[in-house]
């Protein structure tokens, strides 16, 4: 994290130097729409504690109530602390610093940084649904993808989409225990 703390402005000052890419947005609005993240932002927690609840409830079911459990809470969770991580940071984005200059963090009411949310939201939800059924692995990619993009078009500093996948990987790991030991079995058996 030091690193990126380190690397922020002057990785921001060269992206900026540079005609930022109009291709960006438009594909991670396209994940958006595939993550259920976009048109609305309520699509992903209606559908997690919905399936909970199901699975919850429906007796043939129950076998994947965990799972979805976890990438519940983990999504929640991750969300839920993200907010409150810009709230609490006022960290402006590399676009607002590099014309004000200054400090980043500390603008209160102008700056929502810190940590990224595209980063928090896609891995929230890539990154436990991964865990829990593993030959998802390849939707890990869409997480550095949109890492990269957000630094590209001048959103988030280095720090910012570190700091999003440090957060829904601290998340992930500590909600494990939600899987049960029965989740512990060799690959093999998967």
């Known amino acids: ?12 000052r060269w992206v900026a130097g540079y ?30 504690v ?8 429906v007796a ?11 990438v519940t809470v983990v999504y929640l969770l991750a969300r839920n602390l993200m907010m409150w991580g810009k709230l609490l940071s006022g960290r402006y984005r590399p676009h607002q610093w590099v014309k004000i200059g200054g400090p980043t963090f ?3 009411g102008q700056g929502a940084s810190f940590p990224s949310g595209h980063v928090t939201l896609f891995g929230g939800l890539i990154l436990p649904l991964v865990i829990a059924v593993p030959r998802l692995r390849p939707l890990l990619l869409v997480i550095p993808f949109v890492m990269v993009a ?18 829904i990987s601290f998340v992930a790991w500590a909600c494990a225990p939600l899987l049960g030991a029965d989740h512990d079995a060799p690959a093999a058996r998967r």
């Open 1 to 12: 994290m030091l690193a990126g703390l380190v690397l922020d402005e002057p990785l921001a």
């Open 19 to 48: 005609e930022q890419s109009s291709a960006w947005n438009p594909i991670v609005g396209v994940l958006e729409y595939l993550a259920g993240i976009a048109p609305w932002d309520l699509e992903v927690p209606i559908v997690l």
């Open 50 to 57: 919905t399936g909970t609840l199901l699975t919850l409830t």
């Open 60 to 70: 043939r079911w129950h076998p994947r109530a965990r799972s979805w459990m976890y």
């Open 106 to 108: 500390g603008h209160i």
């Open 150 to 167: 957000r630094i590209a078009v001048m959103a988030h500093f280095l720090s910012d989409v570190l700091a999003g996948l440090a957060l």
